[in-house]
Each structure stands twice: as structure tokens, then as C-alpha cells.
């Protein structure tokens, strides 16, 4: 029988020491929340306000994770859930080396959602989540006649931490006003590239004049095209 591979809690301290904390048993679920933030621009007489992307916004992740006790006994000299719990609620507190709690990456597999992103996307695909413990809440739902808590169940809440650096290198921006290079894939013209790289088809002949085109229709897939900046 093949063994279950269990989910991790990897906390990575600012040394470089990291610590793993297996779960005891696999979430059944867990949820990721993303968004962006909008601005409106009124504009009187129209149906509705004009949207301007300002930013993205903290992805979070919230697992939640069960733990039980009860097969060391149920009774006098019960083993309390907080021997298991205690390492994951610790991740919330202050390290004092750090002034900081630790940084916590989620592993599970390599199939995490964000990790087949489209080819658009440049460099943002992930192989786990990576943020701070914004907050975690303990139920204790099963006690020993001594008042020892049996079975736990945890919701933790992490926030998406990435570095300035990271972002930039992950978002890899391009825009118009400065050159960059297109890879022709099989079926592309220059009125797509234009497209793609303007959001203009129409200026094609910026891209076949900076390549020395002359027949626009024959583009050899696979050669790199340089796209000059508009001015």
C-alpha cells in the first residue's frame, strides 16, 4: 500500500534555520482567496464608472487541520492534543531573535493551485505558498474526566509574504515603450504579435520595419522578432 504523503508546515527563520511540522491528518479542504484593487472613475453621462487597475492584492490561505490523542488512552494520564498543536499555534508567536514571527511555506505536492499558469503570466508560477500566520483559532472539542483536551481542530489563516525583489522578478512587466523580443509560434502574424505586445493589430509594420520583413504573411516560427518601444 502506497504511504500517504502527509501536508507540511515548513517555518524558515531569519538565520536560515527552518522547521518542518507534518500535519497529523490531511485537510479535507482548503480554500486560497486572491483579489485586486479597482479604482472607479466617474465620468457623468455614462452607464457605468470606468475601472483603473491600481494594484493586487494578499492572497490568503485558510487550511484546516484536525487532531486527536485518544488512542494513548482516554482516561487518568490522557496525552493532551496540545502536545501536537502547540507547534503549529507557536507559529503565530513572536520569535525573539526575529522581533518577528517566522516566515511559513504550505506543502503538500507540486500541483498547488498556481502552478500551471497560463504562459502569459510570465514567471508567477508557484511550487507552494509562502506567507505569515495572520491568525489561528483552536477548537477543542473532546476531554479526558481530568479536563485534558483530546481531539483539536485548527483554522489557520496565512497571508501571502513575497519580497520586493521576488515580485519584480516574478511579474517580469513588459510594456510598449520599451523594446522586447517575441518568440513566433506556428499560426502567428504580425497583426496577433501587434496585438499581444500594443493591444494594437494596426501596428504591425512597427515590428516588419525594426526586422527588416518584407513579405508580412511569411513569419518562420521559432525565429526571435525584436518589438521596438512605441514612441
Known sequence: MEQL??????????????????????PTEYSLEKGVQNSEINIPGLDSPLLQFIRGQDERLTLELFFDTTEHGMGAGATSVTTLTDSFYSLVKIKPEDH???????????RIA????SGWTGNQNRPDFTGVIESIRQKFTLFSPEGVPLRATLTLVLREYKTLDDQIRQLNLQSPDRTQSHVVQSGETLGSISARHYRRPGLWRNIADANRIEDPRRLTPGIFLAVPPLD
Not at 5 to 26: H, K, P, R
Not at 114 to 117: A, E, F, Q, R, T
Open 5 to 26: 504523503q502527509l501536508g507540511t508546515l515548513v517555518a524558515t527563520f531569519s538565520d536560515g534555520n527552518m522547521e518542518f511540522i507534518e500535519f497529523q491528518c490531511n
Open 100 to 110: 518577528a514571527p517566522p516566515l511559513i511555506s504550505f506543502l503538500w505536492n507540486q
Open 114 to 117: 498556481g502552478s500551471g499558469l
